[in-house]
């Protein structure tokens, strides 16, 4: 562990942490640091006073295994968020941050609006169309511009193909989080 590291708390990575984001790098000199959020509205790094870190995958590790850190404050600034701590007292524990992965657990996300769903609440979700036909499994999610669109994997003659559907109201009928399953109104040779 390098002495410039600050003296963070050990921690079991709760069952639901979800990665939202990584520290970029230290931002000003009074321990402040920047942060890429995964996530275009950040929220989850808002409403969480306890972030967990794990060390970056590839790089230089100042750390590891996961560590708790209490932040006293964060904000947006320009097209990322900027955040300080209550252990990372200056610039040089605010480098030793560098790379880390940041985790916040999911129960400490905002509830979302009516219609709302954290991109996280859909991955592995079944869909299938208004006849009842299964056409896959919700395995990621791409941000077009204007709107969000599905990526669901399915097989088909021992391959695992993808189709995408938009998530707009034309074409998502019912998403049912309890039920893990999304209806659409989609047929599988669009």
Request: hydrophobic residues 45%; proline residues 6%; glycine residues 6%.
């Amino acid at each position: 562990m390098s002495q410039n590291f600050p003296p963070l708390e050990a921690a079991e990575l709760p069952a639901d942490a979800i990665e939202v984001g990584r520290i970029a790098d230290a931002w000003g000199i009074k321990g402040w640091f920047r942060v890429l959020p995964y996530s275009a509205t950040p929220e989850a790094l808002f409403s969480s006073k306890r972030w967990y870190l794990q060390p970056a995958e590839k790089g230089a590790k100042t750390f590891t295994g996961t560590v708790r850190l209490a932040i006293k404050e964060a904000k947006e600034h320009s097209d990322s968020v900027v955040a300080t701590a209550h252990d990372v007292p200056d610039r040089n524990a605010a480098e030793a941050l560098k790379g880390a992965r940041i985790f916040v657990p999911r129960s400490s996300f905002p509830t979302a609006a009516t219609d709302e769903y954290y991109w996280v609440d859909l991955l592995g979700l079944n869909v299938v169309n208004r006849e009842g036909l299964a056409l896959g499994v919700v395995r990621d999610l791409m941000h077009t511009g204007p709107q969000t669109v599905l990526v669901i994997a399915y097989e088909q003659d021992g391959k695992t193909l993808e189709r995408m559907v938009p998530f707009v109201s034309a074409y998502v009928d019912k998403v049912d989080l309890a039920g893990r399953c999304i209806t659409v109104d989609w047929q599988p040779d669009y």
